[in-house]
């Protein structure tokens, strides 16, 4: 393996840009090329195996964000990200450098999307360089249009029509964390350089969206989605899970208790590793959820559970629920005592229920939710959306309403029936000549046509 193409993989130091990433490095490593995964070196200290699926082809290396000890201090989201941006081009640059005096060149640098300078080091080097979008192209797509300055004054006839609640919550409220905002702009700052652009999303999923991008920058490809094989094609018999994780999922307690549930009788409640909700938001989920009647598993992270109420237990059941501070959720989903999955729409996880064929209850709080909502609501028809109710966030009248709607109604047939197309889509793109694979193919060989020549 010597002369094979060797690929420095760099992600976003948050778990949901960790997930896809690793997941398309580990899919390349069968076709022969190595990976080197570099971590900023608080995530490297912090993050751990989740279990035998950590791929043990990869080898970590570790670059700085500023901030090795952790506790990011920066004034607010822009200062840390500038910071991330001087001291990862310095580290990242040593990086490149020693591999190569080591004989372990570096052919090619896959790096998360949102850290455009990693192209710029690439290139200050020679060498191949391919951004890795982990939102969808919807979303892509609004991004560069705001980027342009032409998202009010031209219409995006490649997306649904969209209300101001379906935008980027950063794009709706420009005063909302505008250091976010000017991130996912700065994707596309120098996008034309790129060799690939790579993006976590299925083709026959966002068809239009796609096409437009793939007009615009025609080295545009789709890999996704980027789930463990042995939920979708089975191709890998060893990958069972992501494989790292910042959180400690609390596996053999949430799947005993899933192990006697009927069959599609529990709401699954997620809203992923960053999204928070308000003390009163908290508490109408709980009555939601107690008053739809259905059994519930519910994952509140430890720095959330103080906003419980008193009568909620953080630790054990509470009458037909279980809370839990994190999970194993492909795991859950796929055990099909799973009938809704009540989520932030966040994009891996709304990649998830399709590929699983999972119902869902769209409860979306920021960043790209609010699309990704849209979409499952009125694209893909495979769930509803929660509205909410002025000022206070989504009532419990609401949750038990869109709950008994996914769970027990007429239109409960419809969703599932879409449910169970999608998830074929989703299967048969990362299958043998799917438009993922072929996709991952042809990238694959273009890393290799560049080790030999």
């Known amino acids: 393996m010597a ?3 060797h ?8 778990q949901g840009h960790i997930n896809p990433i690793l997941q398309f490095s580990k899919r ?10 570099a971590f900023t ?5 912090t993050i751990t195996s989740t279990s035998a699926a950590a791929p043990p082809d990869i080898r970590i290396a570790t670059i700085s964000d500023g ?8 004034a607010n989201f822009g200062a840390y990200t500038d910071t991330f941006r001087q001291v990862g081009t310095l580290t990242l640059t040593q990086l490149i450098q020693k591999q190569s005096d080591a004989g372990d060149s570096v052919h090619c640098v896959v790096y998360d999307s949102c850290l455009p300078w990693c192209l710029d080091v690439a290139k200050s080097f020679g060498l191949m360089a391919a951004p890795f979008f982990t939102q969808s192209c919807a979303v892509d797509s609004i991004y560069n249009h705001v980027r342009d300055g032409l998202i009010e004054s031209t219409p995006l006839p490649w997306l649904p029509p969209l209300e101001t609640r379906d935008l980027p ?3 709706n409220d420009t005063g909302d964390n505008p250091g976010v905002l000017e991130m996912f702009k700065g994707q596309f700052s120098n996008l034309d350089q790129a060799d690939w652009v790579i993006c976590n999303t299925v083709y026959e999923l966002e068809q239009q969206a796609v096409d437009w991008l793939t007009r615009r920058w025609p080295n545009f490809i789709t890999i996704g989605p980027t789930i463990p094989s042995m939920y979708l094609d089975k191709q890998f018999p060893n990958d069972t899970d992501y494989g790292f994780s910042i959180f400690k999922p609390m596996n053999e307690i949430c799947m005993n208790w899933l192990g006697d549930k009927p069959k599609g009788s529990v709401v699954y409640v997620s809203f992923g590793s960053l999204a928070d909700l308000g003390t009163e938001q908290m508490v109408e989920l709980c009555f939601g959820l107690k008053n739809s009647g259905h059994y519930f598993l519910w994952v509140v992270r430890e720095s959330e559970q103080s906003k419980l109420p008193y ?15 994190w999970c194993p959720q492909l795991r859950v989903l796929a055990s099909g005592a799973v009938g809704c999955f009540l989520t932030h729409c966040g994009w891996n996880s709304t990649l998830e229920a399709l590929s699983l064929g999972v119902a869902m209850v769209a409860m979306p709080r920021w960043s790209d939710q609010t699309t990704n909502a849209k979409f499952i609501e009125d694209e893909w028809g495979v769930g509803v959306r929660a509205r909410e109710g002025g000022g206070d966030g989504v009532k419990r009248e609401e949750i038990e309403r869109c709950v008994r709607e996914v769970m027990e109604g007429e239109k409960a047939v419809e969703i599932r029936r879409n449910g169970d197309k999608w998830k074929k889509v989703m299967k048969d793109a990362v299958s043998e000549d799917g438009s993922s694979d072929r996709n991952v193919r042809e990238f694959v060989d273009s890393l290799i046509r560049v080790c030999l020549w």
């Open 311 to 325: 009568d909620f237990s953080s630790t054990g059941e509470e009458q037909k629920g279980l809370i839990v501070s």
């Open 3 to 5: 002369n094979s193409a």
């Open 169 to 171: 919550s950063f794009v």
């Open 28 to 37: 390349l490593i069968p076709k022969g090329i190595r990976i080197t995964l």
């Open 41 to 45: 070196r608080f995530i490297s200290a």
């Open 67 to 74: 901030y090795d000890g952790g506790g990011v201090e920066a």
């Open 7 to 14: 690929c420095l993989v760099v992600p976003f130091p948050a």
